[in-house]
Nanobody, 128 residues
Framework: QVQLVESGGGLAQAGESLRLSCAASGLTFPFTIFAMGWFRQAAGKEREFVAAISRSGRISYPDSMKDQFTIFRDNAQNTVYLQMNTLKPEDTAVYFC????????????????????WGRGTQVTVSS
């Protein structure tokens, strides 16, 4: 069964950058069968879509995040990344990685309920 482990979170000051990683393990199929996504959940709020990348590499972001976050994947390393720039205190949240097996090849997946597998999350805290 595939497992996802996020890393790279921590404490940052406003304006700084962080890069999150999500490594997949336990694969019995190539990593390329998975569409991948990043979500975040701040305290007391619902889980929020941050970025998605399809099996083909097509990318999707919410309009509010497209200039700040970059998602990319390294299929040889079974890893997806989230580059976060110009961090703000409101970016403080637990960031989760998600995978959907056998997603449509060209479609990034934006909906929480469509994902099969989730990591446990990594905390990002941005101070002002």
């Amino acid at each position: 069964q595939v497992q996802l482990v996020e890393s790279g979170g921590g404490l940052a000051q406003a304006g700084e950058s962080l890069r999150l990683s999500c490594a997949a393990s336990g694969l019995t199929f190539p990593f390329t069968i998975f569409a991948m996504g990043w979500f975040r959940q701040a305290a007391g709020k619902e889980r929020e879509f941050v970025a998605a990348i399809s099996r083909s590499g097509r990318i999707s972001y919410p309009d509010s995040m497209k200039d700040q976050f970059t998602i990319f994947r390294d299929n040889a390393q079974n890893t997806v990344y989230l580059q976060m720039n110009t961090l703000k205190p409101e970016d403080t949240a637990v960031y989760f990685c998600a995978a959907k097996a056998y997603a449509p090849y060209y479609d990034p997946i934006e909906q929480v309920h469509e994902y099969d597998t989730w990591g446990r999350g990594t905390q990002v805290t941005v101070s002002s």
